[in-house]
């Protein structure tokens, strides 16, 4: 029984012409830019930095985000406290 060589192109996120990168691209852009606490920080930092580009965006999304889990995160500790 032989074999047939099939030549088998992958679909990885390199490929700029990949369809599904391209859908998730727009999904994050469309999320990033209708979350108003995200454009409320953008309109506070975007005079401070240089020039936002997307990983600077990216970048300070996570800092938010990690700010929100630190701020519930010493929230539920203080109810915590509260309710002994």
């Not at 369809?19 to 990033?32: G, Y």
């Not at 929230?75 to 002994?84: I, P, R, S, T």
Request: hydrophobic share 35%.
């Amino acid at each position: 029984m032989q074999k047939q060589g099939a030549s088998v192109k992958s679909a990885g996120s390199s490929d700029p012409s990949n369809p599904i990168r391209k859908k998730v691209e727009a999904l994050v852009s469309q999320k990033l830019h209708t979350d108003q606490d995200f454009l409320k920080m953008m309109d506070y930092v975007a005079p401070v930095v240089g020039e936002i580009d997307i990983h600077v965006e990216r970048r300070l999304a996570h800092e938010l985000e990690e700010r929100k889990i630190k701020a519930n995160r010493e929230y539920l500790e203080a109810f915590g406290k509260v309710c002994q």
